[in-house]
């Protein structure tokens, strides 16, 4: 390295300083450029130069001598960092056309197939290989370049999304303002979701229970006149209902799945309550009722659902807590899809974390990661309206539950589903 000094830097360091030989004999041969005095050392030297430096800073008492040691030394110090932050070695320097560490990675980006797809340990080697640096500060500060990129990278496994917009989606709370997923119900109007069919089934419910609610079983499930009054005010399909009739000569509350979910969910948003052995509706919940308020209800239902109620209850496979966190990024990925209709088999492609895929494979069942798309994801979606799905043809009006085979979004879902 190339360091300046002035002639009473040199005159300082060669009297003051007990230094070994070669460096000395390095100083006072040094070359007089004008008024400067270049100094070439290596980057040994300049560690024996320093080290002495700083050791005789201890012992000097004359506070004019020891200034003068200081504030020289802070100079070396400067020169040595400003050099050493610059130092990339002229064969790459002439390669890249610049000593830029951020024009030097666009480079890779543009030039070194797959980095989108590297994973960022990849990319610290790929740096290595591609730009060897010696200098520790200016590897640092490349490794921190990358890790800042690194998380604005789209990827692949995230069909498109970026690390850092995934784990804005996984942390977010879905109530602020802050990257990730965001609530609106107040973009929600009484005709955009009274004719859901969560609406629909809330609000018959609601209406049937009425001030005094209804008597409640010994588990504190609703009783069997109750459960057998609702079965025609809840828009059961036909073949659903009469399978549902065949298979159970008394219908208990757990016998009707969708009556036994929507109680589940309106307990778990304080709507209704169990009072004194009855199961009751609030007055606030009535008081919505009344004032026909189907925006709260319904976000208010869709929190219950979706941020609190266990949806592995659905299905009845092993808990499986990964997906239901990563919710937030499901919906996204939904939200990317164009507004046609998907094969059933693009939710499974594209909702599914990596970590969550490894997590269900773990499950002893078969087509675990359909199910529980199935029936963790679209389908209470489309109870909330928010898209709509389409069932095997040959089978829809024939037999009970049909396959499902395709779905869409709905107009409703970018109405209430923000991303930031």
């Known amino acids: 390295m190339l360091l300046s000094l002035t002639l009473s830097d ?20 040094a070359q007089k450029v004008d008024d400067a005095l270049h100094l070439t050392l290596s980057d040994d030297d300049y560690l024996v130069l320093t080290q002495h430096l700083t050791m005789t800073l201890r012992t000097i008492k004359n506070p004019k001598t020891r200034s003068t040691l200081e504030h020289l030394l802070v100079r070396l110090t400067d ?6 932050r610059d130092a990339i070695s002229p064969p790459h320097a002439a390669e890249y056309g610049s000593k830029n560490l951020h024009a030097i990675i666009d480079k890779l980006e543009c030039t070194v197939p797959g980095w989108a797809d590297f994973k960022f340990q990849q990319m610290v080697e790929t740096l290595a290989d591609k730009l060897p640096i010696t200098n520790k500060e200016l590897a640092d500060r490349a490794v921190g370049i990358l890790a800042a990129r690194h998380d604005k990278i789209s990827r692949p496994m995230f069909h498109g999304l970026t690390t850092e ?8 709370d879905w109530t602020t303002d802050s990257p990730g997923l965001c609530l609106r119900p107040d973009n929600l109007t009484p005709e955009s979701v009274k004719d859901t069919l969560i609406i629909k089934r809330a609000v018959a419910f609601i209406t049937a229970l009425g001030d005094k609610g209804t008597r409640a079983t010994k588990n504190g ?5 109750f459960v057998g009054g609702m079965l025609d005010q809840l828009d059961i399909p036909a073949c659903d209902l009469q399978y549902i009739r065949h298979y159970n000569k008394v219908t208990n509350e757990e ?14 948003a304080k709507l209704v309550r169990l009072y004194r052995g009855r199961i009751v509706a609030l007055k606030r919940t009535r008081d919505i009722l009344a004032q026909a308020e189907w925006p709260i209800l319904y976000n208010a239902l869709f929190a219950a659902a979706f941020q609190v109620y266990n949806l592995g209850y659905r299905d009845r496979l092993n808990v499986s807590d990964g997906f239901q966190q990563s919710l937030a990024y499901c919906f996204k990925q939904l939200a990317c899809l164009d507004e046609g209709w998907h094969d059933i088999a693009v ?3 594209r909702c599914i974390l990596p970590l969550v895929d490894a997590e269900l494979a773990r499950l002893p069942f078969r087509e675990t990661n359909q199910i529980v798309v199935k ?13 709509e799905l389409k069932f095997d043809e040959q089978a829809v ?5 049909p396959d499902l085979v395709a779905f869409r979004r709905t107009a409703l879902f970018g109405r209430f589903l923000g991303f930031d």
């Open 221 to 225: 499930n609703l009783n069997r006149k």
């Open 347 to 349: 939710a499974h492609e």
């Open 375 to 387: 029936k963790r994801l679209l389908e209470p979606l489309s109870l909330f309206g928010l898209v």
């Open 165 to 172: 917009q995934v784990g804005a989606l996984l942390s977010n």
């Open 255 to 268: 016998d009707i799945f969708v009556l036994h979910e929507l109680r589940l969910w309106l307990k778990i």
């Open 79 to 84: 020169q040595h960092e400003t050099q050493q």
């Open 10 to 29: 040199q005159t300082l360091l060669l009297r003051s300083i007990a230094l070994p030989a070669v460096v000395r004999q390095k100083i006072d041969t």
């Open 397 to 401: 009006g024939r037999r009970a539950y």
